[in-house]
Nanobody, 129 residues
Framework: QVQLVESGGGSVQAGGSLRLSCTASRNTDGNYCMAWFRQAPGKEREGVASIWTGGGSINYADSVKGRLTISQDNVKNTVYLEMNNLKPEDTAMYYC??????????????????????WGQGTQVTVSS
């Protein structure tokens, strides 16, 4: 069982930056895929970045490459999403998700929301023009 708590959302102007945090509490050992998703009103949930807690294996959606950076602090059981040069189209509810090794394909953690088991409550990001 894994519980996820996100924080760090807010409202910024276009070009601004935010850092989201996702802290995981779990009662099992082992490594997980951790991922960030976002969902805007009326749109499907979109995977933006994922990371394997065992080290390396970072994956980004093409739409965010170069602007969003996922990282982790295994001591704190926390995954971060650094977001720079934000655009109005980045406005969405951002969710953190966790899944086991079955979520990995080709050595990378999937960006499909269908395969993740554990979800946080979400944190809102609003970017104004």
């Amino acid at each position: 069982q894994v519980q996820l708590v996100e924080s760090g959302g807010g409202s910024v102007q276009a070009g601004g930056s935010l850092r989201l945090s996702c802290t995981a509490s779990r009662n099992t050992d082992g490594n997980y895929c951790m991922a960030w998703f976002r969902q805007a009103p009326g749109k499907e949930r979109e995977g933006v970045a994922s990371i394997w807690t065992g080290g390396g294996s970072i994956n980004y959606a093409d739409s965010v490459k170069g602007r969003l950076t996922i990282s982790q602090d295994n001591v704190k059981n926390t995954v971060y999403l650094e977001m720079n040069n934000l655009k109005p189209e980045d406005t969405a509810m951002y969710y953190c998700a966790a899944g086991g090794s079955w979520v990995r394909t080709g050595g990378y953690c999937s960006l499909s929301h269908l395969v993740y088991t554990y979800w946080g409550q979400g944190t809102q990001v609003t970017v104004s023009s």
